[in-house]
């Protein structure tokens, strides 16, 4: 039986607390891809290799932006926004449904926040993050 993808959040580490990134539409689960090395000798009937540690990985998304208070975004928007201009990593967490139960945690830059409009659509921002690190999963 499959399982609805409702309920999966990305979340983002503001103090001491995880708070989910309201507003993402779509979102890929961190993994990152590990390259092969070539092991082929002389003596191989087939290329052989063995698999190299994982490669930092960069997850998109959009969002749909939230307006928060002081003319600044929601709590988890405004944090990327503010991590994309220092340059900081910050600690994320991708949770995946409860019939899953598995979430993901990370740190990351912010590549890339670049909020857009359009005549007929909400307010959007195209958002780029770019792990720093290992991910462990629970």
């Given at each position: 039986m499959a399982v609805h993808s409702k309920g999966t959040q990305l979340k983002v580490k503001i103090g001491e607390t995880y708070v989910a990134i309201p507003g993402i539409a779509s979102i890929s689960i961190p993994a990152g891809q590990r390259a092969k090395i070539d092991t082929t000798t002389l003596d191989?009937?087939?290329?052989?290799?063995?698999?190299?540690i994982p490669d930092s990985f960069?997850?998109?998304?959009?969002?749909?932006?939230?307006?928060?208070?002081?003319?600044?975004?929601?709590?988890?928007?405004?944090?990327?926004?503010?991590?994309?201009?220092?340059?900081?990593?910050?600690?994320?967490?991708?949770?995946?449904?409860a019939a899953?139960?598995?979430?993901?945690?990370?740190?990351a830059t912010v590549s890339l926040f670049q909020p857009k409009a359009a005549v007929g659509t909400q307010m959007k921002a195209d958002v780029t993050i770019s792990s720093t690190g290992d991910v462990t999963r629970a």
């Open positions: 191989s009937a087939r290329k052989e290799h063995i698999v190299d960069d997850l998109s998304f959009e969002i749909n932006l939230t307006p928060g208070t002081g003319g600044q975004y929601q709590e988890a928007q405004q944090a990327l926004e503010d991590a994309y201009e220092s340059g900081d990593a910050l600690e994320f967490q991708a949770a995946l449904p899953f139960g598995s979430t993901y945690s990370f740190a």
